[in-house]
Structures are given as structure tokens and as C-alpha cells.
């Protein structure tokens, strides 16, 4: 009795062992590669899946998109300058079957795969263009690794440069340019400005110059503005071209009088002089 007992225990325990060793459970985000006797027989889905003992080996892939940072890599640009350009990747696995049997470590395949790319890429484009045109330089990386991880099963869905460091002497001359160029637009603007102005000051001079009066009228408008400040003294302008004007009539007018008139002989023979021009103080400016 006591061996019939002895004989249950042992094989209740082998197959609990047998089961320990025969389930597999694969995850929602996973897809299993069943190998038997080291020969690849399929694909087993997410789920309580049951394998022989020892026949039997399931491997579990990730089918999840992985994301990748790729290290910072010296890069010397086509117009030979040197810059750190540290990019990230993101990519998943489409066909678990490849990835398992193509390639031994898909992660560490792709890591040194994008670092020899990213290098290549970049040093085919000059300073500026890695700068400005960073969504063609992702494009360009991505494709290239495609190409060449599609043989493994893996797709790669995104690339994209994260950090790209330069030189301090670039950094300066870099800032040195930025701040020339937005000198030169200050001025262009400047001159822009004055151009307009000048042709306003024009088409005013030349409405003043048809109407005297506004001249008149923008002086008592400038008096008015200069009059808020009761502290202040007010000088009325006076037309000048207007004054010089009057003040040369003035002066002919008085050396014209100045002019002695010649004598008139009388009827009886008398002498008569010219009677004295008297200046009306009314004609005097």
C-alpha cells in the first residue's frame, strides 16, 4: 500500500512537471515561434498554447514598436564641418519567423546598422542643409534602413534627428551671421520707411504750395500743439519768402524817394524844387 502511494505521488509530480514544462502562455502584444526538433513549424497566437516537453521549444516575439535611441556619432558634413548628431529610431517587428531565424539580435542589428547610416546621410549634406532640412535627412535614414531590415522581418516607422551639437567658433559665427542679417534687414526697413516718408513730405509740400493758406493753417496747428506747455515760449513762424519779398519793395520804393527831382522853371521865370514824397506808414511792411 505504502509503494502503490509512493508510485501516485511521483507521477502526480511528473505531471505536474510535464505541465509546468508543456504550457506557454503568449501575451496580447506577442506572437509565438514554435521550433520542433530545431526546425521552425509555425506560429502560435496570443493565448494558452500547450508544447511537447523537451521536443518542443517557443520562442515569443515582441511585436510592439520599440523605440531606439541612437548615439551620438562625429560627423563631418560635406563642407567639412565637424558636428555630434545624435538621432532616435523607432521600429517594429512585421514577420516573427525572420526576425528569429534571419538575424541573431535584431535590437542590437538595427542599433549599429542606424549609427553607420546616420553618419553616411549626414555627411552627404553641408552644415545648413542638415540644419534646415532635417525631415529629408529622417526620410533619406529611413529608407535606407528599410531597405535593408526588411530582410529580418523588421519595419522601421520613424527616424528622427534629436540633437545635432556644433563648434563654439561655428556658434559664433553663426550668431555673428544672424546678427548681420538682422542689421541689414533694420536697415532695409529703415530706408523703406524713409522713402515713403519722403514721398508724404512731397505730395504735402505740394498741396501747400497750391493752397498758401494750409501752411498758415499748419503753423497755427503747430502753435496750438507747442501751447499745451504753459512754461513754454512761442515763436509764430513767418512765411520767409513772403518777407523777403515785401522787405525788397520796401527798399526800392524808399531809394526811389531818396532821388532828388530836377528844378521846373515858372512861367516868370522862378525856379520851383519838387515837393517832398511823404512815405505812407501804412506801405511799410
Avoid: C
Avoid at 563642407?79 to 521600429?91: G, L
Avoid at 513772403?242 to 520796401?250: D, K, M, P, R, V
Amino acid at each position: 500500500m505504502q509503494a502503490l502511494i509512493t508510485v501516485i505521488v511521483v507521477a502526480g509530480v511528473l505531471l505536474l512537471l510535464g505541465l509546468a514544462l508543456a504550457v506557454r502562455i503568449v501575451k496580447q502584444y506577442e506572437q509565438g515561434v514554435l521550433f520542433r526538433l530545431g526546425r521552425v513549424v509555425g506560429t502560435r497566437d496570443p493565448g494558452l498554447r500547450l508544447i511537447v516537453p523537451v521536443v518542443d521549444v517557443l520562442r515569443r516575439v515582441s511585436l510592439r514598436i520599440v523605440t531606439m535611441p541612437i548615439q551620438s556619432q562625429g560627423i563631418i558634413t560635406r563642407d567639412n564641418v565637424s558636428v555630434d548628431v545624435s538621432a532616435v529610431a523607432y521600429f517594429r517587428v512585421v514577420d516573427a519567423v525572420r526576425s528569429v531565424v534571419a538575424i541573431e539580435n535584431v535590437r542590437a542589428a538595427i542599433d549599429q546598422i542606424a549609427q553607420t547610416t546616420l553618419r553616411k546621410v549626414v555627411g552627404q549634406h553641408t552644415l545648413d542643409e542638415t540644419l534646415a532640412e532635417t525631415s529629408k535627412i529622417n526620410l533619406d535614414i529611413r529608407e535606407i534602413l528599410d531597405v535593408t531590415t526588411v530582410a529580418w522581418g523588421v519595419e522601421v516607422t520613424l527616424v528622427e534627428l534629436k540633437d545635432i551639437q556644433l563648434p563654439e567658433t561655428m556658434k559664433r559665427a553663426m550668431a555673428k551671421q544672424a546678427e548681420a542679417e538682422r542689421e541689414k534687414r533694420a536697415k532695409i526697413i529703415n530706408a523703406e520707411g524713409e522713402s515713403l516718408a519722403a514721398a508724404a513730405l512731397g505730395e504735402a509740400s505740394d498741396t501747400m504750395m497750391a493752397h498758401p493758406l494750409a501752411l498758415q493753417l499748419r503753423n497755427l496747428q503747430s502753435l496750438v500743439e507747442i501751447g499745451v506747455d504753459k512754461n513754454s515760449t512761442v515763436v509764430f513762424p513767418a512765411p520767409l519768402m513772403t518777407t523777403i519779398a515785401e522787405l525788397g519793395t520796401f527798399l526800392a520804393r524808399e531809394q526811389a524817394a531818396a532821388v532828388p527831382a530836377p528844378a521846373v522853371a515858372t512861367s516868370n521865370g522862378a525856379v520851383t524844387a519838387p515837393a517832398a514824397t511823404v512815405t505812407d506808414p501804412s506801405d511799410i511792411p
